[in-house]
């Protein structure tokens, strides 16, 4: 694998003499692409794929040597690292689509899970969640039956009122969004206990928010899709790392389809004309020209980038839509940390979610524990060995005990890489198409039907593109 991503980035940079060239001597010509993409990430790759189909010419611009952003896999100073513990959820259907047509098969690369485990504090016991009603039927009916060691009868029917009325309200309105997870729980009287061992690992373990933050839409959103298609509903946890399984079969086939992706080069701004937008200027102060621009970065980015657009009302939504941090912390170990490689969550302490991945994504690894973190701002701006003790004391109180056991570690996070999904904020996300002549967003900050997922990136890539195509 590794000889190949080594190829296709020696081909990717063939393409940087000839630009340079090109660009000192300010000989390029306007509109030599169709579209210009900032962003080789889910979104953005998505965006390419729909474009180079229809034999447009397109460019992509990216800051990291390699593709992904979010969902990417990557050597951090030695150790293999990924973006983050992912999970493709079973009822996804742009992000197969999108593979299949790359010529990857999703049961190719994940393994299933049909159950969840939740940790439970300083007792040494654990709830056991069954996350596949049709593939793990008897799991996930036990989960449901069962747990009562953990969960009484009161508690479980306490969480009834709260999901019925949420699933519906979802349905039929947004006001759901006015509301955090812990408010809408507390009105429908969820004892304390469901909302703890429940909620909480549904809330803060899948986005890092608290309840008392996370918006109830997001929160109720994530899951509705999955009730018309509890039949496709199950977990998959990735065979390798994402860059290479999922996105450099894209950019291989977007490069096949006459794609130029130049990696290692930041987009700095729009290049504005008539108040439209013409093309963009790297950071190294490059000019590339273009009939439409997609801005497919993360949120924060995108702002930077967008800038020279600050006042214009168009981006109102952008400018407003705030953002929160993720933050990961990954451990290469001796020995398998937990019997099985299954997501399991951490409530009332800040692995809000964690997994084993040496049978799974790190196969090469003896041990290999991926951890997101809660408070993720508070830890982004902390070092790995300042985070270290307070990981490892946190896991001893949910009965992981890792003590001597440790060959490295690494904290991965980007600050502020996600929009918010504190409630309040889902009616600023903003539209793909921007009205501004020229620029087109993605990214999964931008509307669409599902939240801040793999899955919301691509069909935010695959809207952009449509848009594109209608302005061509
Ligand atoms: C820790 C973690 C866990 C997650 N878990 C899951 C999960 O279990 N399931 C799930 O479905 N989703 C999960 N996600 C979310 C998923 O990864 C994202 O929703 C998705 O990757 C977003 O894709 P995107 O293209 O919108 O943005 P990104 O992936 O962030 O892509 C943006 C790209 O733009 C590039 N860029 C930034 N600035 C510039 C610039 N100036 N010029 C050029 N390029 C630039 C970045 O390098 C990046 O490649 C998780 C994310 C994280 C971080």
């Excluded at 309840?211 to 929160?219: L, V």
């Amino acid at each position: 694998m590794e000889n190949e991503n080594k190829e296709l980035y020696s081909k990717t940079y063939s393409f940087a003499p000839y630009e340079q060239s090109r660009h000192n001597t300010k000989k390029y010509k306007p509109n030599e692409y169709d579209v210009i993409i900032a962003g080789a990430g889910l979104s953005g790759l998505s965006c390419a794929f729909e474009l180079a189909s229809k034999n447009k010419r397109i460019l992509i611009l990216e800051t990291h040597p390699y593709a992904g952003g979010r969902t990417s896999s990557f050597d951090d100073n030695g150790m293999k690292v990924e973006s983050g513990l992912h999970r493709y959820i079973g009822y996804y259907s742009a992000l197969p689509s999108l593979l299949k047509q790359c010529g990857v098969k999703i049961n190719d690369i994940v393994t299933w899970e049909e159950k969840t485990d939740v940790l439970i504090k300083k007792q040494n016991k654990k709830l056991v969640l069954g996350v596949a009603p049709f593939f793990g039927f008897i799991k996930t009916a036990r989960s449901i039956l069962g747990n009562n060691e953990v969960l009484s009868a009161r508690d479980k029917l306490s969480l009834m009122p709260f999901f019925l009325s949420g699933f519906t309200s979802y349905v039929f309105s947004d006001r759901l969004d006015k509301y955090s997870v812990a408010e809408y729980a507390n009105r429908h009287k969820v004892s304390e206990k469901a909302k703890r061992l429940i909620l909480e690992p549904l809330s803060t373990g899948i986005f890092f928010r608290p309840p008392e933050n996370y918006s109830a839409y997001a929160f109720f959103g994530l899951f509705a899709p999955a009730i018309p298609k509890f039949y496709k509903m199950r977990i998959g946890a990735y065979l390798g790392g994402m860059t290479d399984l999922m996105c450099n079969p894209i950019v291989k086939k977007v490069q096949s389809l006459g794609g130029e992706f130049h990696f290692k080069e930041p987009v700095d701004s729009v290049i504005v004309k008539d108040g439209g937008v013409v093309g963009v200027k790297t950071k190294s102060n490059k000019e590339y020209f273009a009939e439409q621009t997609v801005i497919a970065t993360t949120l924060p980015a995108a702002k930077k980038i967008l800038n020279p657009l600050a006042d214009r009302r168009e981006l109102i939504k952008l400018f407003r839509l705030p953002c929160m941090s993720s933050c990961s912390f990954q451990l290469e170990l001796d020995r398998p940390s937990m019997k099985k490689d299954i997501t399991t969550f951490g409530p009332g302490t800040d692995l809000v979610s964690l997994a084993e991945q040496s049978r799974t994504t790190f196969r090469e690894s003896k041990g290999r524990l991926s951890v997101i973190l809660g408070n993720a701002k508070e830890y982004s701006n902390k070092q790995t060995e300042e985070i270290l003790p307070s990981v490892l004391k946190q896991l001893n109180s949910l009965g992981i005990h890792l003590d001597g056991h440790i060959i490295d570690a690494r904290k991965v996070s980007e600050e502020n890489d996600f929009y918010s999904l504190d409630k309040g904020n889902q009616h600023l996300r903003p539209r793909q198409r921007t009205g501004i002549k020229g620029l087109t967003l993605a990214g999964d900050y931008t509307l669409t039907s599902s939240f801040a997922t793999m899955e919301g990136a691509v069909k935010s890539g695959k809207k952009a593109a449509k848009n594109c195509l209608q302005s061509l």
